[in-house]
């Protein structure tokens, strides 16, 4: 097993130094699952974005347990701005890419425990019969419009999950504008919420601004990336950050991540970027400090 530095500090450091703070400002752990299946990953655990089904089962048993209820991006966006400050425990589950397990795995376990989440789907990666995305199956348009009579909720991943980054300006008003127009055609209700396809960069703060414009310009009103974190006053509405999920997240750390003990993470998150920026090296390959594939 593969020795996890971020586990040990989150455990060993920052654990014991959290406290619950009653009347503290709102952060809320928004959790981003990817897939939930059997599969195994030869990654570090820190990369893995798999979850399997036992596991995801026993996440949601222990949120039950602890007293968390789930509310939608929209809900926790208000929360943070309202800065309502309320002992009740919140969380928002979010999956990205649209995975078909989603529908045969994850919903009925959510549904149990009167569970919500979102959904974010690459739209050019959803059909009428299910399509291939990473090499998993993926949810159709009908899988995806039963989950929503049944309290889903979905968002915008883009139309072909590129790299927003990589690519012409004009082309990420297409991804940002024409997946929305598409979901809204299929479904019969607005988008509102967006997730940021691969590693956040946020230290390229002319593109963060530019995309928020354009994400405005679309119609969107909120959304998550991969800034590791519990969402709070701070972020900005559109680029929430969220709690990498996997098989690894035992009952501990799960619990730490819930309560803070993770966000620590956020800092040496960015300082990595801002060397891999200044180092020159493309953003797409090579050294890790992408820290997540969203
Ligand atoms: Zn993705």
Redesign the pocket.
Known sequence: MSFRLDRWVTLKVVKPLVKDQPGAAPAIPILMY?AISDDIESVHPYYRTNTAPSVFALQMRQLKELGYYTISLEEAVGTIKAESRSAERVVVITF??GYRDFYTVAAPVLKAHGFTATM?I?TAHINDTSARFKGRDCLTWREIRELESAGMQFGS?TVN?PQLHEIKDFQVQQELSQSKETMEQRLGTEIRSF?Y??AFPETDKAFVAKLRDRLMEAGYANGVCTMIGRADASNDPLFLKRLPINSCDDRELFAAKLAGAYDWLARPQYLLKRLKKGSGRPSTKGFKASISN?
């Open positions: 990817h990205d890419d974010f690459p991943h999950h997730a396809p691969y969203a």
